[in-house]
């Protein structure tokens, strides 16, 4: 009777493990929350960004998220530029990332390299492709 109760408990523990979608932060990681309101989805050039986020490591940060193709065509070459601005809103870098061979439809999980300490928030300003 005992096996079975703690086969029980393992079981939906690693149920209700598996159902957490949000990734911890590791070890020296802060997140950063944008204090512009960001909607779920938008659209930039035709291409959907369906999340983005901004996360404090050591001595940088980095600005994730994915795209989506939402255009009519394959890019051979695609980049997402980002803006980087201070606490006092003022637009000190800017950074991007980016990718080749993308399709129609395809999913672009996006990383770009913040080396400023000091970015407080950040705005996706465009995204372009050859």
Same mark, same amino acid.
């Given at each position: ?10 079981? &939906? ?18 997140? !950063?929350?944008?204090?512009?309101e960001? *909607?779920?989805k938008?659209?930039?050039?035709? =291409?959907e960004?369906? *999340? ?14 994915? &795209? ?5 065509? *394959? ?12 606490? *006092? ?17 395809? !999913?672009?999980? =996006? ?15 465009? !995204?372009?492709?050859?």
């Amino acid at each position: 009777m005992k096996v079975t109760k703690v086969i029980i408990l393992l079981i &939906i523990s690693l149920f209700l493990t598996s159902c957490n979608k949000t990734k911890p932060l590791e070890k020296n990681e802060t997140k !950063i929350k944008s204090n512009r309101e960001v *909607e779920s989805k938008r659209k930039i050039d035709g =291409f959907e960004v369906l *999340e983005d986020d901004l996360v404090n490591k050591d001595s940088y940060s980095i600005i994730t998220g994915k &795209i989506k193709n939402s255009t009519d065509r *394959e890019y051979e070459y695609l980049e997402v530029n980002i803006s980087l601005f201070d606490n *006092e809103g003022n637009k000190v870098d800017t950074t991007k990332d980016v990718i080749e061979n993308i399709k129609i439809d395809d !999913i672009w999980k =996006f990383k770009a390299v913040v080396w400023d300490e000091n970015i407080e928030e950040y705005n996706i300003d465009s !995204i372009e492709g050859l």
